[in-house]
């Protein structure tokens, strides 16, 4: 069955053009007009991608983003215009997958869309045996990563970048490397690794794990024991 996209979105106009453009893409769509409604909605339906304007009346859209994030990893794509910057970057600590900025073009929404699934599955498709480094797990192919069998509950982006420095272990990598290996066809800058890697951390840290992500300086990461 096709991928089911949940488009979030107050501006009538903007959500039939995005739904329109879905639905040519072949997949399925339902539009929420509110936060409370996309929360609802998201629930019900269980979508495969959420596509989340912040400004919306009511619940925000980074509210509906916390609570998607506490209680799944479906990728979400922010929709957000140019002046509100600082709600990208909170709203990709908060886990946001990848981001879009007003006004766009449909289009180009629709590529990162497909990017962002591609990535999804692609993790799913990944396998292998799970990669270790020092206490923390990391199961591709069950997309789970966990400290002496607590499992984190990371988002997939933190679960890209934590896989690929743990493919590796003691490997610092760059910014731009870990950038390209977790978002590869996104125009995101350098600090949103900062972003998602600080959640990582503390994600970690919540598990008692200290001093596992070590950030490097004037490089970027690396995964090691210490
Ligand atoms: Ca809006």
Known sequence: MS??????????HLAEVLE????????????AADG?????????ARPDLVLLDIMLPGRSGLDVLRAIRAESATPVILVTA???????????????DDYVVKPFRPREVMARVRAVLRRASAVLEAGE????????????????????GQVLQLT????????????????????????EA???????LERVVDA?????????????????LQTVRGVGYRLSEV
Do not use: C, M, W
Not at 132 to 143: K, M, N, Q, S
Not at 182 to 188: G, I, V, Y
């Open 3 to 12: 991928a089911l996209i949940l488009i979030v979105e107050d501006e009538p």
């Open 20 to 31: 329109a453009y879905a639905r040519q893409e072949g997949f399925r769509s339902e539009r």
């Open 36 to 44: 409370n409604a996309a929360l609802t909605l998201y629930r019900a």
């Open 82 to 96: 140019r002046a509100e910057e600082s709600d990208q970057i909170v709203g990709l600590e908060l886990g946001a």
């Open 129 to 148: 045996t799970p990669l270790r480094v020092g206490p923390l797990e990391i199961d591709r192919r069950a997309v789970s990563a966990s400290v002496l």
């Open 156 to 179: 997939p982006t933190e679960f890209r970048l934590l896989s690929h420095l743990a493919a590796a272990p003691g490997r610092a990598y760059s910014r731009q490397e870990l950038l």
């Open 182 to 188: 977790a978002l590869p066809d996104s125009d995101a």
């Open 196 to 212: 998602h890697l600080a959640g990582a951390r503390r994600k970690l840290e919540g598990a008692g794990v200290n001093g596992l």
